[in-house]
Nanobody
């Protein structure tokens, strides 16, 4: 069973940076596409970024493109979300997720395992 644990969230001023990490344990990590999603207060959870099982392909939501970068370190069983030029509208709980197929996806219902989330708060 795959377990996902996010870390790296916190409070940052607008324009600042944070790097989120998602450590995995359990089943072989390297075979799974992974994703980051976020949920702001009173809003639906939304896609942020996804990465293929090899790390060779990535996708980012338009709202974060050019500011956020997803990456993975297979040797460390960890994926990352580097967030730069943060804005108050980026405030949300950020979740990482694993998909138990080979195909990368931007659709949250296609993910099979989720972490508990980490809070990111951006002050203006």
């Amino acid at each position: 069973q795959v377990q996902l644990v996010e870390s790296g969230g916190g409070l940052v001023q607008a324009g600042g940076s944070l790097r989120l990490s998602c450590a995995t344990s359990g089943r072989t990590f390297s075979g799974y596409p992974m994703g980051w999603f976020r949920q702001a207060p009173e809003k639906e959870r939304e896609f942020v970024a996804a990465i293929s099982w090899s790390g060779g392909s990535t996708a980012h939501a338009d709202s974060v493109k050019g500011r956020f970068t997803i990456s993975r370190d297979i040797a460390k069983n960890t994926i990352y979300l580097q967030m730069n030029s943060l804005k108050p509208e980026d405030t949300a709980v950020y979740y990482c997720a694993a998909r138990f197929t080979r195909t990368m996806s931007t659709i949250q219902r296609e993910y099979d395992r989720w972490g508990q989330g980490t809070q990111v708060t951006v002050s203006s």
